[in-house]
């Protein structure tokens, strides 16, 4: 069973930077979409940036140009790094994997999700 574990949330001032990471471990495909989804209590869950096994990447509007995803393939690890985090970044960010390895748009993979991490919080107020 594919296992996602998030680390790096916290809280953090307006205008500082975070740096989340996603380990994955047991993935037995070649292919591969990861994102990063977050959510916030009572709204829908929302992508924040994807990236395939090619490198690809994908980045919602809201974060473009703050938020920049990356991948180490040995172990199969995602890094989301955050800067001029914003009060409304605030959420529960989970880590997803999908096995077509297309990607979507606005940070998302294209297809149905296969597994979710737990999900990590990031708070971002004064």
């Known amino acids: 069973q594919v296992q996602l574990v998030e680390s790096g949330g916290g809280s953090v001032q307006p205008g500082g930077s975070l740096k989340l990471s996603c380990a994955v471990s047991?993935?037995?495909?070649?292919?591969?979409?990861i994102a990063w989804y977050r959510q916030v209590s009572g709204k829908e869950r929302e992508g924040v940036a994807a990236i395939d096994a090619d490198g690809k990447t994908t980045y919602a509007d809201s974060v473009e140009g703050r938020v920049s995803i990356s991948q180490d393939n040995s172990p199969l690890t995602v890094h989301l790094e955050m800067t001029n985090l914003r009060s409304e970044d605030s959420a529960r960010y989970y880590c997803?994997?999908?096995?077509?390895?297309?990607?979507?748009?606005?940070?998302?993979?294209?297809?149905?999700?296969?597994?979710w991490g737990q999900g990590i919080l990031v708070t971002v107020s004064p």
């Open positions: 997803a994997i999908e096995s077509h390895g297309d990607l979507g748009d606005q940070g998302r993979c294209k297809y149905l999700i296969g597994a």
């Open positions: 047991k993935w037995k495909w070649d292919e591969h979409c």
